[in-house]
Nanobody, 121 residues
Framework: QVQLVESGGGLVQAGGSLRLSCAASGRTFSSYAMGWFRQAPGKEREFVAQISWSGGNTRYADSVKGRFTISRDNAKNMLYLQINSLSPEDTAVYYC??????????????WGQGTQVTVSS
């Protein structure tokens, strides 16, 4: 069983930055890819970013490339998402997710409860 707990969300002005964190339980954190999704009000949940087990490979949604950076610290069982140049369109609940395999894929099996990011214009 894996538990994922996000933190770091909040209210920020457009142009600002936030760093989201995800604390993962379990000894297998470093064995799997991890990622972030988000869901804006009235919209479907969408993929944001993913990182391989070692951190050597990453991929991003086109809408966040150049502004968001995903990283991980396997020694601390932590996943991060640095968000820069925030815009109101980034307002959403952000979810930490665990991949089913070590590498990048479209399969995820555990989700956190989410952390709210609200960007004011």
């Amino acid at each position: 069983q894996v538990q994922l707990v996000e933190s770091g969300g909040g209210l920020v002005q457009a142009g600002g930055s936030l760093r989201l964190s995800c604390a993962a339980s379990g000894r297998t954190f470093s064995s799997y890819a991890m990622g972030w999704f988000r869901q804006a009000p009235g919209k479907e949940r969408e993929f944001v970013a993913q990182i391989s087990w070692s951190g050597g490979n990453t991929r991003y949604a086109d809408s966040v490339k150049g502004r968001f950076t995903i990283s991980r610290d396997n020694a601390k069982n932590m996943l991060y998402l640095q968000i820069n140049s925030l815009s109101p369109e980034d307002t959403a609940v952000y979810y930490c997710v665990k991949g089913k395999i070590v590498g990048l894929s479209d399969e995820f099996d555990y989700w956190g409860q989410g952390t709210q990011v609200t960007v004011s214009s």
